[in-house]
């Protein structure tokens, strides 16, 4: 809500005191949501990506396994 704010027009400071957050934190905060254009024309946002990043990992791993696992199991 207060990226949104910050957003509207509101400034860092006027959100910390209304609301009790450091400033750093809403920097933070706003780092973290503000979406980045790709290549493709699309957007992102830090934390998109960060989540893109696990998946892709995980994927690498389950790929991993069924490579070794076809290779077991083409040898019998």
Known sequence: ???DLYYSGQSV????SEYG???VT???RIKKL??????DGSSVTSED???L???MLKLQQEN???KKATAIFAKK
């Open 1 to 3: 809500m207060v990226v």
């Open 13 to 16: 400071r006027e959100l910390s």
């Open 21 to 23: 957050v450091s400033e």
């Open 26 to 28: 809403i920097y933070t």
């Open 34 to 39: 503000s979406p980045v254009e790709t290549e």
């Open 49 to 51: 990506y960060a989540e």
């Open 53 to 55: 990043k696990r998946q």
């Open 64 to 66: 991993e396994i069924l």
